[in-house]
C-alpha cells in the first residue's frame, strides 16, 4: 500500500515548516546567554534597533509591556536568571535573515555569574553511598518499595550489584524547528512544524498568558519529530515578534541551535541490584540520578516514569526504586523518542543477562522464567494485561541457536528484552464526513513521517467503511477548527485517534444500513467514481441516501471520541514523588550480532532481528518502517550518539560532524518479526508501535559485545574508545 | 533569459537572471528563496545531511556548500526538475513502492543523489551506490527501504 503523502514527498511538492512564509513577513534571530548560569543585569538592545532592517528587538522588559494581562506568577520567556547557555535572552525581527542575525550580534548584555551546577557527578558526587546535601538542587524526588527488600536481599544465596551511565541524546530531525507568527485584531496565530498543534496553544498560551480562544496553532508537515516537536519551543519567541513588530514573523532554529535549545533525554547514573534464591530473581533495588538540567520544579516527568524501566517486566517478591531528578545549567529535559526507557533498558536488561551468566543459566532463559505474562502485577501493582514477552524470548532463543550456527567464529549475540507502555493522554475526537464522491476525516493532528496520520487514521477508516484508501481525504485544521486531540507522541495516535475514526466509521455504516432499511450496518463501496453503500442485498449510491440538507451542507457527518486511558498502581507501594500508570503493555525483543574489533573497539552489527509485540498489526509496510526506523535510531544511542557538555555548559558537539547519527553503511540488515496474539486495547488489538523498537537496542548490542568478549560496557554509548579501554583493563 | 550583465542560472531548463544575487549568497538559499523551489531541502547548512542535494551539470552538489555565481552557465536540475530525467522517474518510482520515505524532509535529497549517480556512472553495483549515498542522512527510515529501493533499482538493470 503506497502511503498518500509520498508522490508529494517524492516531487519535493510538500511544505514544511521551513519552508513556510507569508506576504510582508520578517525574519528572526535569537540572542544566545553567553553563560550557563548568571543574573542579567543589564541588557542593551539600541545597539541592535540602530542596525540595518531591524524592526523589532525584544528582551525581558519588552515582552513585559507586551503582555499586561499576563499573572504574576508566569514564568517569564526571557529570563532574568539564565538557566542554560544559549538560552534565548532577547530576539530580533528584521526584513532579512542576515539582518537579523547581524542585529542579535550587536546586542549587549551585562551579566554577573553564577555558580554553575555542570553535571551530576559535580553536583551529587557521593550519593548513594552518601546521604544527599541539604542544599542538593532537585527539582523531583521519587521512591517506592514493596515487601520484605532486606530479608530478601539477606537470604539470597546470589547478589549482583551493577553501576551505569547513560548519555545525553539528541533527536536531530532533518527538518529543525521552524514556525511563522501573525497576530490578527486580538488572535494570535502560529503555523509551526509540530507533534502537538493543541500542545503548543497549551503550553505557548500559559507562557503568553493567552486563553485558547486567543491563540490559534496551525500544524504544518513535519520533518521529524522523535518526541523535539512536543512541546512549545519556537513559537513563543515568534509570537512575541510578531506583536512586538506588527507584521508575520518567521523563526527557524539553525542547525547548531537545533542541538543546543531542543529539550532532549539528558544523562543518568543507575545503580541496580538484585537477589537471586534457588535460581528465582526475588527481590531488586534501583538508585538513579537524573540530570533534568534547566527543567522547572514540579515540572519533572521523566523520573518516576523511567525508574519503573530500572525493575524490569519481572515478577518481583520485595523491590525499592529511589531516584532523583537533579537541576544542572543545561536545557530542560525534554521527550525523546521513549525518553530515557532505551537508556534504563541498557541498564536494566545488561545487568539480568549479566546476573544470568553469572549463575551459569541461559540469559533468554533466565528472563523467560520472571517475565510478566497477563495477569501478573508489575512492581507498582498494577496488572499487566495480554504481554508477548514470552512469546517473543521463545522467538528470540530459536532465532539465536540458528544464527549461532550459521555466523563466523568471534560474533558475539545478545538478545536485549525492552518494554514500553502507552500514554494516551487526555481524550480527543475525530470527525467524518461522507459525501457522494468521499470520506473526510476531520481531525488535529499533522503528519510527522511514521504514518500514524496518513496511514493509520485513513486504515482504519478503508477497514471499517470498505472504501479504498484514494476515497479517503484527511482534512487538519487548526486548534480553531480541527477536533481536540493531545498529540502524536507516546505511540498513541492509532491506538486513540485511529480508535476514534473506527468509533465514527461504525456510526456511519450503522446509519446507512438504517436508511438502506436494512437489519445490520453497510459496507462501503465505489463504483465509477460514486460511492455507494450495501447491505441485506440492498444496495444505493450515497447520494440517494443523503437527505438534502446534508447533500449540500458537507456530507452526513458522524463523531468518534476516544478517551483516556490508564492503569492503576498500589498506592500504597509509592512513598514519595509521583509515580504513573500507562497500559497496554508492549514487549520488544531483539537479538543483535555484533563484531568486535580487539585493537581499535569498533564494535559493527552485522545482523539484527527485532520481535516486535503488535497486538495487531493494522498495515503491515508502516509497521515495518516503525520498527526498521526505531532500531537504526537505537544504534545510535547504543555506539555513538552523545551530546558533551564541557565544565561551563557549553554543549561541545552542536553540529553533525561531532555528534554522529547512524549513515547509511552503518546499519546491519534488520528483519522484523511482528508478534500478535497478545492485543492492546487500540481498534482491533493493536499496540502503539512508534517508541517500543528504540528501547531494547543498546542492551541488545551491549549484550552482545559481552558474549563476544566476555567483557561487560557499564556507559552508552558503546563507543570504540570505551569498548577499547574496557578490553584492555581485562 | 539573462541579466543585463549577462548572468543567469539555468535551473530546471529555465534561466533566471542573477545580477542582483550577492557573491555570498548560496545556491540553496537563491532556489528556496529566489526562485521559490523549496523541494530542495534546508537541513545542517554545513554539508553534512545531504536534504539540499541537487545536480549541478548532472553531477550532485550540496546547493548550501555552492555559491550561486559559482555556478556558472552549468545546468542546475532540482527535485521539481528530476522527473524529465528517465533516471529520476525510476528512482521515484523504485522509492514510491518500496515506501522509502517516511517524514520525507530526506527524500529529495536521496532522490536528486541517486539520480545523479544513476546517470553518472550507469554501471554502478548496488553496493557502490549505496557507499555514495552514504552523505545522504535520514532520521526516519533506518535507511532500510531506501536500501531495498537501490537493489530494486539495480535489479531492473542500468
Ligand atoms: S543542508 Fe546542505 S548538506 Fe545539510
Ligand atoms: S524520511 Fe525523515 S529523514 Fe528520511
Known sequence: MIRADAPAKLEGRIRFGTDRTRPGMLWAALVPAPVAHGRIRQLDLDPARRAPGVVAAIGAAEERALLPGRGAEATPIFPGEIRYRNQPIAAIAARSLEEARAAARAVRAEIEPLPLLADLDSVLPGWPEEGLPADAPINAHVRARHGDVEGEFARADRVRRDAFRTSGVAQVPLEPHACIAWIEGEVWHVLTSTQSPFGVREDAGELLGLPPERLVVEGSWVGGGFGGKVAALVEPYALLLAAASGAPVRLALTYREEFQLTRSTLPARVWIASAVRGGHLTARTVRLLLDTGGSLPGRDFATGYAIAFLLGPYRLDAFEVEGYAVRTHKPPFGSHRAPLAPQCTFAADGHTDALARDLGVDPVAFRRAHVWTAGDRTALGQEVGPFGAAAALDRARALQEEWRRSMPAGTGLGVGLGYWSTGTGAGGEVRLSLTPERLTIHEGEREIGSGSVVRGLVAMAERTLGLPADRIVLEYGDTATAPYDAGVFGSRTLGALGQAVGAAAHELTAELGRRLGAAGPARLGVEGDELWAAADGRRSPIAQLLTPGERDHGGLLRTGRHYGRSGAIDPARVHAGEFYAYHDFTASVHLAAVQVDRETGQVTVLRYAAIQDAGRVIDPPTFRAQVEGGVAMGLGTALTEEMLWGPDGRLENPGLLDYRVPTLLEIPPIEVIPLEGFPGAGPEGAKGVGEPPIIPVPAAVANAVADATGVRLYELPLTPERVARALMAR | ?158
Not at chain 2, 555565481?69 to 525510476?90: K, L, M
Open chain 2, 1 to 158: 533569459m539573462s541579466g543585463p550583465d549577462g548572468s543567469a542560472l539555468v535551473v530546471n531548463g529555465r534561466a533566471h537572471p542573477i545580477d542582483g544575487v550577492p557573491s555570498h549568497e548560496r545556491l540553496l538559499d537563491t532556489l528556496r528563496g529566489r526562485l521559490d523551489l523549496k523541494g530542495t531541502k534546508e537541513g545542517c547548512r554545513t554539508g553534512n545531511c545531504g536534504a539540499c542535494t541537487v545536480l549541478v551539470d548532472g553531477r550532485s552538489a550540496l546547493s548550501c556548500l555552492v555559491l550561486t555565481h559559482e555556478v556558472g552557465d552549468e545546468p542546475v536540475t532540482t527535485i521539481e526538475g528530476i522527473a524529465a530525467d528517465p533516471n529520476g522517474r525510476r528512482v521515484q518510482q523504485a522509492f514510491l513502492e518500496e515506501g522509502a520515505l517516511q517524514c520525507g524532509y530526506c527524500t529529495p535529497g536521496f532522490v536528486v543523489a541517486l539520480t545523479g549517480l544513476l546517470s553518472e556512472s550507469p554501471g554502478a553495483t548496488a553496493e557502490e551506490l549505496l557507499t555514495d549515498l552514504q552523505g545522504n542522512l535520514c532520521r526516519c527510515t533506518g535507511y532500510a527501504a531506501i536500501v531495498r529501493a537501490v537493489r530494486t533499482l539495480r535489479a531492473e538493470g542500468p
